[in-house]
């Protein structure tokens, strides 16, 4: 009986790691149907894990399941960055003033080497992968700092939604965009080195608005 519960919930875990990835490396595209029978006999599993899988992934926001009309890859539209966008920045300046009371040598540290290697070229795929990593690297640890496991959540729950955007920017934007981005966080790194609280909410105001008006600006073009 354990070991049955045991390896059904791993298949659900197995489900949905694999579907989760296939949506953010954009396998499977946004507003496209997702077919439960046909993912079950694709990926050898029970119809089951699979209809688990996804309700998870709908609780995150990558998928839609509409009644009546079936199952999608969530598709973002520029209200949905607009709306995400603005949490996102109302969070992380709260973040950044907190942090400023808590930011230890260590930390400066630490983002000072993220600071640093997000401002290597971003030359390939590869590059644009690690670039993604030290960017979510540096804000996750600026919400980090607050010390403030709610907040923590909150935004953490916002993050899917965000890789999603991402990849809609596609490489091109990202790289034009790339020299903004890198002045925005040192920024940011300076004013928490300064502990100043009225530059850091500027600067991290500033990063994330104009992070959302070039993402708004490039869904509408697409
Ligand atoms: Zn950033």
Redesign the pocket.
């Known amino acids: 009986m354990e070991i049955e519960k045991l390896k059904r919930e791993r298949a659900v875990d197995a489900v949905y790691k694999v579907l989760r990835q296939a949506i953010l490396n954009s396998t499977l595209k946004p507003g496209e149907r997702l077919h439960i029978d046909q993912l079950s006999e694709k990926l050898d599993v029970s119809l089951t894990p699979v209809r688990n899988a996804i309700q998870q992934l709908a609780t995150e926001g990558l998928v839609e399941v509409l009644p009546r009309s079936g199952t999608f890859v969530a598709s973002l539209s520029p209200k949905d960055v607009e709306e995400t966008f603005d949490i996102r920045c109302a969070l992380e300046c709260l973040a950044a003033e907190k942090a400023v009371e808590r930011i230890q040598a260590t930390d400066l540290k630490r983002l000072k080497a993220l600071v640093q290697s997000l401002r290597k070229p971003v030359k390939n795929e590869q590059d644009r992968l690690q670039h993604e990593r030290d960017?979510n690297d540096?804000?996750f640890s600026i919400i980090r700092l607050s010390d403030n496991q709610r907040l923590y959540e909150v935004y953490n729950s916002l993050n899917a939604h965000l890789k999603i955007a991402h990849i809609h920017m596609g490489i091109d934007s990202g790289v034009s965009r790339l020299k903004e981005?890198q002045d925005?966080?040192e920024e940011i790194f300076g004013a928490l080195e300064a502990r100043d609280v009225a530059r850091v909410t500027i600067a991290m105001r500033h990063?994330i608005t104009r992070?959302r008006d070039s993402l708004i600006a490039s869904l509408k073009e697409a």
Do not use: T, W
């Open positions: 960017n540096f804000h981005e925005e966080h990063h992070a």
